[in-house]
C-alpha cells in the first residue's frame, strides 16, 4: 500500500489528499474518516450533490495538521496527484448569454466587469521576478496600480458607485528557470558527461529554496512552499531519469517539465502577498484603510485547471488554440468557489490539452498570452504586460538608440512588429482580446510611474482621422515631435521600425517563365515539402522573376529543393538560374495609417538611398500596414537607423566629429552647443558632438557610461578635453564617428593641415561626409581633387567647403548658383584676405608698409609668422578653389603670386620671425612710391586675386583701383569679391562682408553642417 498524504485546513473547511496517483487516468480510491473518495487522475466527478473532487498539482494551504495516512487502495504511478475535497453547492453552467458577455465588445471600460468587479489582469514576466528585490518590487507594484484601476473605472450605468477592482496577476517562472529546465531534460536525453541533470535540479533547489527563505519571514509561510518543491523535486528525478534511460522526451514530457517554474513562482508570490496582507491587516486591525484591490483573500490558480488549449493542425507543436467555452465554463466554476479573492495569483505558459488531458504549454514566451486569455475570460477593462523595458519602441533601441516608446498602437500594427522581431510581446498574444477590444499595456515593472504602451482597437480610417491620431500620439521632447511632424505634413500612420536578422534570399529567373502559369505555387510547394517557411514574397509584373526570402539557416535546403523542383527547367533554360544569397536581413516599416498618406514609400527608400543601403528586394500589401525590403546583413542597423531619422521617429541624429578644437573649431563647438536645442526641436536636426581632436590627443564621447551624452558637451568641455584625452589614433577617432550608432557622420575639419586633406577621399568612401574650412584638399592636384568628387558619387557623401574662401561669405554657393542656373562667368576679382585687406586699408604711404604690419601683428589679424599672409599663398589657394569651381584645370603651381615678402627676409632664407619684424622697415621705400604714385592718380593699392576664365589665367597681385570704386571704399578686414557674368556684365556681382575671424568662420561651417542635414533629408525651412 503506497502512501497518501493529508492536511487539513480548518478555516477553509478544506482537506487536502496528495497520493501517487499521476496524470495517466488511473482509478484511484481512497478513505479518510470514513469518507470513500473515487475517481480519475484527471478531472472532477461527483461524490455527491454537495461534494466535488479537483485534481491540482501542487500543494498551498496553511496546514493545521500534515502527516501520512493509509490509504485503502492506490493504483502505483510516479507522478503524484494533489486531490482537493471541498463541500460546495453544485456550479451551475453558465447560459450562453453569460458567456457571450465575456466575449461581446464593451462600450465603455466601465461596462467590462466580470460577476460585479472589475478584474483587471497584471502579467509579470521572468525579468520582473529574477530575485527576491524584483517579488517585493512586483508587491509595490500592485499596490500602486491598485489605486490607478480604481480610478480609471467609473460607476457603471444606473449605478451610485463604481463596481470594486480585483487583480488577476499572471506570472512567468523565475528568469532563467524554464532554460534551466529543458537544459536539465536535455542533459538527461543526451546523458551529457559535462553536466548531469541532477546537478542542474539541485541549483534549481536552491535557487527557490534561497528565493523562499529571502522572501517569506515566517517558518509557518515558508514550509508549505518548501514541501511543495521538495515534492516536485522528486517528480522531476522520477520524470528526467525515465528521459535518461529511455535517451527521449515526448512533447508530453517536456511541457510537463517546463512547467514547474510557473508554479513554483506562482506560489512564491502568492505566499509573499498572503504574509504581507496578513501583516498589514494585523496591523490595521481589519484593514478598514486598505484599497479595495488589496483588500480580501488572495487566491492560487494552476492554469492547467481552467485553460484548455488544442493543437492546431499544420502549424508547428508549440502554437496551441484556445477552447473557449470549455476554459470559459471551468474558470466559472473555480471562481464559484473564490469569489471573495481580491487578488488571484495564477500560473502563466501552462494549460490543459483538449485531447489527451496532460499538462500542456503555450509555447515560449507563452505568459502573455495566459495573461490576455483570462483578461477574455473576465472581460477586463486592461490587460498590463509588465516587463524590463518601458513599452514598444518605435525601433529596437538596442540598434537605434533615439528610438521612442510609442504610447498607442493598434492591434494590427502591434501584430506586425511582434512578427516582425519586436520582443516586447508575444506574436500570439493580442488573438484572444481583439474581438473584444480589451486595451492591453506593455509598463516596466521597474519604472512604474511611465505609462507605457496602450495596444487597442484600430484608429479611424481616413486621413485627416490618422494624422490627428499621429499627431495625438506624441511620442518624444514633450510632444514637440508631434507637432513638428504635424506642422510638416509627413510621416502620419507610421509607428515603427523593425527587421528580421539571418535572411537568406532566393531568386528564380528565366524569360521562359513570363506568361507559364504554376511556376509560383510549385516554387511554393517545393519549399512546403521541404519544410521551410517563406518569410517574404516579391514578383515583379513581368513574371521575369519571382524572389523569395527565408530564414537564414534554411538557405541551402531550399536552394536545392527549388533546383530540384525545376531541374527541367532548368535543363531547358526556361528558367535561366535559382540564385541563393546569404546573410540579408528584412526591414519592415509599420503603420497602420500609412495607406493614407502619399509619399510613405519614397521616403523610405529615399531615407536608404541617401545612408548608401541598396535594396535586394521589397514586399509591400494593399492594406499597405507593412512595407518590407530586404538589405544586406550589414547594412541592417545603418538601414534602420536611417529609416527611422527620416520619419521623424526619433531626431534627425549626425555623428560629429571636430578636428582642431582651437579658434575657429572651438568656436564651432560651442556654436553648435548653443543651438542644439533649438534646432533639434524646430527642425528635428540634432548635430551630436562626439569626437574632437588636436594635433595630439582625442576625445572619444561614449554616452551615459563616461557620464557624458553623445552631444550634451558644456561650457567646460576644454577641461574635460584636458582631463580626459587619449592619444590620437586617427583612424580609431573616424571609426568612432562614423560607428552606425547615428544614421549619418560627418568630420569638421578645422585645421590647417595638408596630411588631412589628404585622407579626404578614403573618409569619402567610407561613407563620412565632410565640411571644412581647410584648403589643402581643394587645392592638391587636379587628379586628388577629382577623385574626391569620385568618391562623393560613390558612396552618395558631401563634401561642403563654403569657408575655404571667405569664410562665413557665400562665395562658394553663389559661384554654383550662378553656373546651376545656366549663367558663364567671364572674370572673377577679389579681396580674399582680411589680413592683407586690413593692411592695405590703412596704407597709404603716409605711414611706413612695416608700421602697418607690426599694427595688424598686434592687433592679431596675421598669421603669428606674417610672411603667411604676405607671402600670398593663402589667397592663391582660394584662387585655385574659385577657378576650379568654374571649370578651369589649374594647379596651385600656375598662380602668379606677387609676394610682399622680400626675397632676403623670407622662411627659406632662414630668417626668424623677429629678425624678419627687425628688418622689414629696410623695404618701406619700394610700396611707399607705389602707394604714392596710386594715391596721385587718386587711386588706392589693393592686394587682389583674379580669375580671368577667358583668358584662362589666375593671378595674385597688387592693383590700383579708384577711390570710388567697390574695393577702393572697403575697410577694415573686410573681404569682397567682384563676379562679373554674361548676365552681371555691366554691373557686376558683388558680395562683401567680414572675411577672417574665428566666429564667422566657425559659423560658415555651422551653416555648411545644415546644409549637409537639408541634403540628407532634414526639412529646409
Avoid at 448569454?97 to 521572468?126: L, N, P, T
Avoid at 465554463?329 to 500560473?347: K, Y
Avoid at 569626437?691 to 561614449?702: E, F, K, S
Wanted: aromatic share 6%; proline share 5%.
Amino acid at each position: 500500500m503506497l502512501p497518501t498524504r493529508v492536511s487539513y485546513s480548518d478555516s477553509a473547511g478544506v482537506a487536502w489528499i496528495q497520493t501517487p496517483v499521476g496524470v495517466g487516468g488511473r482509478p484511484v480510491t481512497g478513505r479518510r474518516g470514513g469518507l470513500v473518495l473515487q475517481g480519475r487522475g484527471r478531472g472532477r466527478t461527483a461524490l455527491s450533490s454537495r461534494l466535488h473532487l479537483r485534481q491540482s498539482a501542487g500543494f498551498w494551504g496553511t496546514p493545521c495538521f500534515s502527516g501520512t495516512q493509509p490509504a485503502a487502495a492506490v493504483s502505483p504511478s510516479h507522478t503524484p496527484s494533489l486531490w482537493k475535497l471541498q463541500a460546495s453547492a453544485a456550479p451551475t453552467v453558465p447560459s450562453d448569454a453569460a458567456m457571450r458577455q465575456g466575449r461581446d465588445r464593451a462600450s465603455s471600460v466601465a461596462e467590462r466587469s466580470y460577476r460585479g468587479a472589475h478584474y483587471f489582469v497584471h502579467k509579470f514576466g521572468g525579468s520582473s521576478l529574477a530575485d527576491a528585490s524584483c517579488f517585493h518590487q512586483v508587491t509595490r507594484v500592485l499596490e500602486s496600480v491598485a489605486v490607478a484601476d480604481q480610478a480609471e473605472v467609473q460607476p457603471a450605468a444606473g449605478s451610485s458607485r463604481p463596481l470594486p477592482c480585483r487583480a488577476i496577476v499572471v506570472v512567468s517562472a523565475v528568469a532563467g528557470v524554464t532554460n534551466a529546465l529543458e537544459e536539465a531534460l536535455q542533459c538527461a536525453v543526451s546523458r551529457d558527461r559535462d553536466a548531469h541533470y541532477l546537478e542542474k535540479l539541485e541549483q534549481l533547489r536552491e535557487q527557490h529554496e534561497s528565493l523562499a527563505r529571502t522572501l517569506l519571514s515566517s517558518a509557518e509561510a515558508r514550509q508549505p512552499f518548501l514541501a511543495t518543491l521538495s515534492s516536485a523535486m522528486t517528480d522531476l528525478q522520477d520524470l528526467l531519469r525515465a528521459a535518461y534511460i529511455s535517451r527521449s522526451a515526448s512533447d508530453a514530457v517536456k511541457d510537463l517539465v517546463l512547467g514547474y517554474g510557473e508554479l513554483w513562482s506562482a506560489q512564491l508570490l502568492w505566499a509573499l502577498l498572503r504574509e504581507q496582507r496578513s501583516g498589514r491587516e494585523s496591523q490595521d486591525g481589519s484593514g478598514g484603510n486598505a484599497s479595495a484591490a488589496t483588500t480580501g483573500s488572495v487566491a492560487w490558480l494552476d492554469a492547467r485547471n481552467v485553460i484548455v488549449a488544442h493543437r492546431i493542425p499544420n502549424l508547428p507543436p508549440e502554437r496551441k488554440g484556445i477552447d473557449w467555452p470549455a476554459s470559459q465554463r471551468l474558470f466559472d466554476e473555480w471562481m464559484g468557489q473564490h469569489a471573495s479573492a481580491g487578488t488571484i495569483v495564477v500560473t502563466g505558459f501552462i494549460a490543459s490539452d483538449s485531447e489527451q488531458h496532460m499538462p500542456t504549454t503555450l509555447g515560449r514566451n507563452g505568459s502573455d498570452l495566459s495573461a490576455s486569455i483570462f483578461a477574455r475570460l473576465v472581460h477586463s477593462p486592461a490587460c498590463t504586460i509588465w516587463t524590463d523595458v518601458d513599452g514598444v519602441y518605435s525601433a529596437d533601441p538596442r540598434a537605434v538608440p533615439d528610438a521612442v516608446v510609442i504610447p498607442r498602437v493598434s492591434f494590427k500594427e502591434a501584430a506586425e512588429l511582434a512578427y516582425f522581431g519586436a520582443k516586447v510581446l508575444h506574436p500570439d498574444t493580442l488573438a484572444p482580446v481583439l474581438q473584444t477590444g480589451i486595451p492591453v499595456r506593455i509598463r516596466n515593472t521597474f519604472r512604474p510611474e511611465r505609462s507605457g504602451t496602450e495596444i487597442g482597437p484600430s484608429p479611424p480610417k481616413n486621413a485627416d482621422a490618422a494624422a490627428a491620431t499621429d499627431a495625438a500620439d506624441g511620442n518624444s521632447h514633450d510632444g514637440k515631435l508631434a507637432a513638428r511632424k504635424a506642422a510638416l505634413g509627413i510621416t502620419a500612420g507610421v509607428k515603427g521600425f523593425t527587421s528580421v536578422r539571418d535572411i537568406s534570399v532566393l531568386n528564380v529567373e528565366g524569360a521562359g517563365m513570363i506568361g507559364v502559369p504554376g511556376i509560383a505555387g510549385r516554387a511554393f510547394s517545393a519549399l512546403y515539402e521541404a519544410d521551410v517557411s517563406v518569410v517574404l514574397i516579391a514578383q515583379a509584373s513581368s513574371e521575369f522573376s519571382i524572389c523569395l526570402a527565408v530564414p537564414g539557416r534554411d538557405g541551402d535546403r531550399a536552394a536545392e529543393a527549388l533546383r530540384r523542383a525545376f531541374r527541367f527547367e532548368l535543363a531547358d533554360g526556361i528558367i535561366n538560374s535559382i540564385e541563393l544569397i546569404p546573410q540579408c536581413s528584412i526591414v519592415a516599416m509599420v503603420g497602420e495609417n500609412m495607406q493614407f498618406q502619399p509619399g510613405v514609400s519614397s521616403r523610405l527608400f529615399a531615407s536608404l538611398a541617401k545612408a548608401g543601403v541598396n535594396i535586394r528586394a521589397i514586399a509591400q500589401g494593399s492594406s499597405e500596414h507593412n512595407i518590407s525590403v530586404v538589405v544586406f546583413a550589414s547594412d541592417e542597423r545603418q538601414a534602420l537607423r536611417a529609416a527611422h531619422a527620416a520619419f521623424y521617429l526619433g531626431d534627425h541624429a549626425i555623428s560629429v566629429g571636430i578636428l582642431g578644437p582651437g579658434l575657429v573649431g572651438g568656436t564651432l563647438v560651442d556654436q553648435i552647443r548653443e543651438q542644439r536645442a533649438k534646432l533639434r526641436d524646430e527642425s528635428g536636426v540634432d548635430f551630436r558632438i562626439r569626437a574632437v581632436a588636436n594635433r595630439t590627443h582625442m576625445l572619444l564621447l561614449r554616452g551615459a557610461e563616461d557620464g557624458v551624452s553623445d552631444g550634451d558637451l558644456d561650457a567646460q568641455w576644454r577641461e574635460l578635453f584636458q582631463a580626459r584625452g587619449e592619444p590620437l589614433q586617427m583612424d580609431r577617432f573616424v571609426a568612432h564617428v562614423n560607428d552606425g550608432t547615428l544614421p549619418h557622420a560627418v568630420v569638421a575639419d578645422c585645421t590647417a593641415s595638408e596630411e588631412i586633406g589628404a585622407r579626404y577621399v578614403e573618409w569619402l568612401r567610407a561613407g563620412v561626409n565632410i565640411v571644412t574650412p581647410n584648403k589643402r584638399a581643394n587645392t592638391a592636384s587636379m587628379e586628388y581633387y577629382h577623385a574626391l568628387r569620385e568618391a562623393q558619387r560613390a558612396r552618395n557623401t558631401h563634401f561642403f567647403y563654403e569657408a575655404n574662401v571667405g569664410a562665413g561669405l557665400p562665395i562658394i554657393t553663389s559661384v554654383r548658383d550662378l553656373l546651376r542656373t545656366g549663367d558663364a562667368f567671364l572674370t572673377i576679382e577679389g579681396i580674399f584676405s582680411g589680413t592683407l585687406s586690413y593692411i592695405f586699408n590703412e596704407f597709404d604711404g603716409s605711414r611706413p608698409f612695416s608700421e602697418i604690419v607690426q599694427r595688424a601683428k598686434e592687433l592679431g589679424y596675421t598669421e603669428p609668422d606674417p610672411r603667411e599672409d604676405l607671402a600670398g599663398m593663402d589667397v592663391a589657394r582660394k584662387v585655385v578653389i574659385l577657378g576650379r569651381e568654374v571649370g578651369l584645370r589649374v594647379e596651385l603651381s600656375d598662380i602668379a603670386v606677387q609676394s610682399l615678402v622680400p626675397e632676403s627676409l623670407s622662411q627659406e632664407s632662414g630668417v626668424s620671425i623677429e629678425e624678419f619684424m627687425r628688418r622689414l622697415p629696410e623695404h618701406d621705400e619700394q610700396l611707399g612710391q607705389l602707394a604714392s604714385e596710386a594715391r596721385q592718380e587718386g587711386k588706392v593699392l589693393r592686394y587682389v586675386g583674379v580669375v580671368d576664365v577667358q583668358a584662362g589665367r589666375c593671378a595674385v597681385e597688387l592693383r590700383r583701383y579708384p577711390a570710388t570704386h567697390p574695393f577702393g571704399s572697403l575697410q577694415g578686414s573686410d573681404n569682397i569679391v567682384s563676379f562679373r557674368t554674361v548676365r552681371y556684365d555691366a554691373q557686376p556681382l558683388v558680395v562683401r562682408g567680414p572675411g577672417a575671424g574665428a566666429a564667422v568662420t566657425a559659423a560658415g561651417v555651422f551653416a555648411d553642417l545644415l546644409r549637409l542635414a537639408a541634403h540628407l533629408g532634414a526639412p529646409s525651412g
